[in-house]
């Protein structure tokens, strides 16, 4: 049973085929995809998909630039609103220090470790040229349940993170990464999730991504870690299942 933790099915790349692409996922047994919201727009038609489609879980949150638009007023709004939602986890949030280093961003991000602390759920970590602070944010939190989204940190960071039991969201690009490559072979898999970021990040050259793809993630893993990829996919599988508390 295969789990994408991170997508944007939301988005308009899927406008026209999304039926489509949730059938191929289902053939391909992916039993779970996580919609991450990106903004107010974002997280309303994350809720719509899940009551659509039962195999795709609702994450909430604000991505860093897009808070970065919004006043305080309609951030606490938003917070409010995704607190009395139902939801299996606070994404995507975290640092974007690609094209701005603004402040502002932390105390965003300190606002979201803080409601997924309240609410006993997996917080999923975008840390974009920000992965020491992200790191930093999160342990000195008391948040338990980390999941580090496409996380692109040095040796040492990969390490402070495993050291505090976070876990790595590995991604379908990992075909043609050594970067991620190496970072499964570094960790224990008993920390390691996987996604597509779909549409992005494809393990196929010029080709939209899509949770269907998650099994070339498995196969690659397989390959770094020397293992069969039945026993990859069973224990990723619960990975996911203790992350997300499921019964």
């Known amino acids: 049973m295969l789990i994408d933790v991170h997508t944007h099915l939301d988005s308009k790349s899927f406008r026209k085929d999304l039926t489509e692409v949730i059938e191929r996922a289902k053939q391909e047994n992916v039993v779970a995809i996580v919609n991450n919201g990106l903004n107010i727009e974002s997280n309303r038609k994350t809720l719509e998909l899940s009551k659509k489609y039962s195999i795709i879980k609702p994450s909430l949150g604000l991505y860093p630039l897009d808070a970065l638009k919004l006043s305080e007023e309609e951030i606490e709004k938003e917070i409010e609103f995704i607190k009395k939602s139902k939801h299996v986890a606070i994404s995507e949030v975290g640092l974007d220090y690609l094209t701005s280093k603004d402040k502002k961003q ?39 349940k980390v999941i580090l989204h496409c996380f692109n940190g040095d040796k040492k960071q990969i390490k402070l993170a495993e050291k505090n039991n976070f876990m790595f969201s590995i991604p379908t690009i990992i075909t043609r990464s050594k970067h991620f490559q190496d970072l499964v072979k570094n960790v224990s898999l008993k920390n390691i999730l996987t996604e597509t970021d779909a549409p992005l990040l494809s393990p196929f050259p010029k080709t939209r991504n899509e949770p269907a793809f998650i099994k070339e993630t498995i196969k690659q893993i397989a390959v770094d870690k020397r293992l069969n990829e039945q026993e990859v996919e069973k224990i990723i599988f619960m990975n996911y299942q203790s992350t997300f508390l499921l019964k």
Do not use: D, G, T
Request: aromatic letters at 6%.
């Open 106 to 144: 932390e105390i965003i991000f300190e606002k979201f470790i803080s409601l997924a602390e309240k609410l006993k759920i997996p917080i999923i970590v975008h840390s974009r040229k920000a992965e020491e602070e992200c790191l930093n944010l999160l342990i000195s939190s008391k948040i338990k």
